[in-house]
């Protein structure tokens, strides 16, 4: 299993600003990746990041928007640029473990609220 | 309160009724589900997990089913408790993405003591 922690938990930001959220997890992994999940709804995957790589965004998202950075196995940053009321989500990141099985864990995300 | 799940189908059972969340995924070449239950405030949690060449896989208190003619999923849990009451996703992998998920609507489950 992987524990994982995000920082912040929560916060409330003007538009315009940006904000980075945190992703620590207790031991090295590969694959990490942040996803979306708007009010109400599911979880959208928006970037995989690995580490010596760049991340791969998904459609709809893009790195001007969404900068991520992935300085070691254990940690990652996900930043969310110039922010609109559209952008308030919860943002979560999750890794991916191979063995013993193939599971991903989530951390307990970030709640962004953009006023 | 918490704004996940706020406008997700919703199913209200009573405490130790079995319940059954259905789920309809997209990608007929897909060839890994899992289910997650998401509590107010948490990120997903792994429940139960199927590959393509079964049709069910049993755990504790749940099972899940696939039916991969209509590409449909269901979670039963058996005598549902309280501490059930959390949102359901099912999850698909993509073949061309490993480990990249695609994840269904989502459930509500409501459990009245």
């Known amino acids: 299993s992987a524990v994982i922690s995000q920082k912040p938990s929560r916060d409330i930001c003007q538009r315009g600003t940006s904000l980075t959220i945190q992703c620590q997890v207790d031991s090295q992994v590969t694959m990490m990746f942040w996803y979306r999940q708007q009010p109400g709804q599911s979880l959208t995957l928006i970037a995989t990041?690995?580490?010596?790589?760049?991340?791969?965004?998904e459609s709809g998202f893009v790195i001007d928007k969404f900068p991520i950075s992935r300085p070691n196995l254990t940690f990652s940053t996900l930043t969310v640029s110039n922010m609109s009321p559209e952008d308030s989500s919860i943002y979560l990141c999750s890794v991916a473990i191979t063995s013993p099985y193939n599971e991903q864990f989530f951390g307990p995300g970030t709640r962004l609220t953009v006023l | 309160g918490e704004s996940v799940g706020l406008h997700l189908p919703t199913l209200s059972v009573q405490e130790g009724d079995n319940s059954i969340i259905n789920c309809a995924y997209s990608?007929?070449?897909?060839?890994?589900f899992i289910w997650y239950k998401q509590e107010s405030g948490k990120g997903p949690q792994f429940i139960i997990d199927?590959?393509?060449?079964?049709d069910k896989r049993q755990g504790q208190r749940v099972t899940v089913l696939l039916n991969k003619t209509v590409k449909h999923l269901s979670l039963q849990i058996a005598a549902t408790q309280p501490g059930d009451s959390a949102v359901y996703f099912c999850?698909?992998?993509?073949?061309?993405?490993?480990?990249?998920?695609?994840f269904g609507t989502g459930t509500r489950l409501l459990v009245s003591p």
């Open positions: 990608n007929s070449a897909s060839d890994y």
């Open positions: 199927i590959r393509s060449n079964m």
């Open positions: 999850a698909e992998e993509l073949l061309e993405g490993f480990q990249k998920l695609v």
């Open positions: 990041a690995n580490q010596g790589s760049e991340a791969t965004y």
